[in-house]
């Protein structure tokens, strides 16, 4: 799990946890990571909770981490691509292109290396679960978070085509999109002033602010349905936990593996 010292990253790691599962858990910040493991109780002995400081748009980084994670477990079962940043926000023309370039290495680059390292090890077992994390902008416009979204927007299409390439390996992929979370995402929205962000958005956020955003139990049972054996098969979609019906997906494989529905 990528991004998992806080936020949704964190969630998942917990409930993957009390799960009995053994997990991974990365993110740029090892001293969060150090007391999260701290605060986990173990199911069993033998259950294993891995930390590394990892930053996911340095490629050497991953390459050392995945290289000692490797030699601690025997294989990887699911990938859960949650790290990600709002990057630069703004009239596109005011903001830095530097910091354009840096949630794309981050959000897109990132999630599609890790993917890019993993698949041999889910090839050998001829099967495997990858859960992309989407966001706001991967299907619908976002302005003045421009990085951010177009770099979504190029993730969900990489899901969908990877997806092609893996579907006789057993190994199923698909981007989920979470609604809006009440995280420090959004607290980094309301530190903008609205003209920055946009009246519309600044708005719509005070209110989830005020109101409550996505249930967290509502997409880490998603997340959990998708990395689940009863939604084999079902890859190359872009799911949405608020708005798709992913619960019943199961009894709909063959239509929505023939089809474009979910893409």
């Not at 590394?52 to 991953?62: A, I, P, Q």
């Not at 956020?205 to 996505?214: A, F, I, W």
Request: glycine share 8%.
């Amino acid at each position: 799990i990528t991004g998992a010292s806080q936020g949704i990253g964190l969630e998942i790691a917990k409930h993957f946890y009390d799960l009995n599962a053994n997990v991974i858990l990365l993110a740029r910040n090892k001293r969060k990571l150090i007391q999260i493991k701290k605060n986990l109780k173990k199911k069993n002995s033998a259950q294993k909770i891995i930390i590394e400081k990892c930053d996911v748009s340095k490629t050497k980084n991953v390459d050392k981490v995945l290289s000692r994670v490797l030699t601690e477990i025997k294989g990887i079962d699911i990938l859960i691509n949650n790290a990600g940043i709002y990057g630069p926000k703004g009239k596109f023309e005011n903001i830095s292109w530097q910091e354009i370039k840096k949630t794309f290495e981050i959000n897109m680059f990132g999630s599609i290396y890790l993917i890019k390292k993993i698949i041999p090890y889910l090839k050998k077992k001829n099967n495997g679960k990858i859960i992309q994390m989407s966001g706001g902008g991967g299907a619908s416009p976002l302005p003045f978070f421009s990085a951010y979204a177009t770099s979504k927007a190029a993730i969900v299409r990489f899901t969908e085509n990877i997806s092609e390439e893996l579907r006789d390996y057993k190994i199923d992929i698909n981007a989920i999109a979470p609604g809006p979370v009440n995280t420090k995402m959004l607290d980094e929205v309301l530190k903008e002033k609205p003209i920055t962000v946009g009246i519309k958005f600044y708005n719509k956020s005070l209110k989830q602010k005020k109101e409550g955003g996505t249930s967290i139990k509502k997409i880490l049972d998603c997340i959990e349905y998708f990395s689940h054996k009863k939604s084999n098969g079902i890859s190359g979609k872009l799911i949405s936990v608020l708005w798709d019906d992913w619960k019943k997906f199961h009894k709909s494989k063959k239509e929505l593996k023939n089809s474009d529905i979910g893409t």
